[in-house]
């Protein structure tokens, strides 16, 4: 039974599986205080340290919402980004979502911290995954709980449902709505009505980093097959080598403040 959910696990799309984890596993850590809070919040002053608390880009995404939220929201997290990652045609590349992420959550951090002042961004960030999911599926029914609604509407269903359960967030998530659409008109909607091409295009330096040298095993050991570009060397090794992104990424296949509830 242990070996079928790991496997079932490692099939999972490798972006959304790792998202939905690190956000598990940070708020499990987090929420019941073995992680202190103080080391995962955002705070743009703490950017500017000797070192660098750079993390907090990332951490500020990874706490849910207490109780029920622990598990509902990297479910959230998950079923989103993993739509976009398999099914979406606009996402062609791996590096097309890992852009997408930069961008969308540098604009949420944005907004938030000068008009709203808030520390921790999930909730922003799974109403734009869960916008730009459905924006190519106008049309369509889709479930939100126990209602079927259609599917442009599930990101206001997630605004109302928070009116009921958590309106402290509320705000957050409009900036996520706010951050997906200014995404598409970015990288869609200019470049077909406004005859020109994506105004944010993915970097080269992206596909660069997903393109790292892969790895393949042999029956005698495991090989690393050079990027483009890098000259073969031919040797192999008995060890297992690893290389920075997962094989599967080349290939397609409610917010908190500080010391709150």
């Given at each position: 039974m242990s070996s079928e959910l790991m496997a079932a696990y490692w099939q999972a799309p490798p972006m959304a599986r790792t998202l939905a984890t690190a956000i598990l596993v940070t708020s499990i850590t987090a929420h019941f205080g073995l992680l202190p809070i103080d080391w995962i919040y955002f705070?743009?002053?703490?950017?500017?340290?000797?070192?660098?608390?750079?993390?907090r880009l990332v951490t500020s995404f990874l706490l849910s919402s207490p109780q029920l939220g622990i598990v509902l929201d990297p479910?959230?997290?998950?079923?989103?980004?993993?739509?976009?990652?398999?099914?979406?045609?606009?996402?062609?590349?791996?590096?097309?979502?890992?852009?997408?992420?930069?961008?969308?959550?540098g604009f949420i951090i944005t907004v938030n911290r000068i008009f709203l002042g808030g520390y921790f961004f999930l909730q922003g960030l799974i109403v734009a995954l869960c916008y730009t999911a459905v924006q190519d599926a106008r049309g369509a029914k889709a479930n939100f709980f126990f209602f079927t609604v259609p599917?442009?509407?599930?990101?206001?269903?997630m605004l109302l449902s928070s009116l009921l359960m958590?309106?402290?967030?509320?705000?957050?998530?409009?900036?996520?709505?706010?951050?997906?659409?200014?995404?598409?008109?970015?990288?869609?909607?200019?470049?077909?009505?406004?005859?020109?091409?994506s105004l944010l295009p993915t970097p080269a330096?992206?596909?660069?980093?997903?393109?790292?040298?892969?790895?393949?095993?042999?029956?005698?050991?495991?090989?690393?097959?050079p990027g483009p570009g890098a000259p073969s060397t031919g040797s192999t090794t008995g060890a297992s080598t690893g290389s920075v992104l997962p094989d599967s990424w080349r290939t397609r296949g409610s917010g908190h403040r500080l010391g709150g509830d």
């Open positions: 705070d743009e002053s703490r950017l500017f340290k000797l070192p660098p608390e750079i993390w479910y959230f997290a998950y079923q989103y980004l993993s739509q976009l990652e398999t099914t979406n045609p606009k996402f062609q590349r791996k590096e097309d979502i890992l852009w997408y992420l930069i961008t969308v959550g599917a442009q509407l599930i990101p206001y269903c958590n309106p402290m967030a509320i705000p957050l998530q409009v900036t996520g709505i706010l951050a997906a659409h200014w995404h598409d008109f970015m990288t869609r909607l200019w470049a077909e009505f406004g005859g020109g091409s330096f992206l596909s660069r980093f997903v393109e790292t040298p892969r790895v393949f095993r042999r029956e005698y050991g495991t090989a690393i097959r």
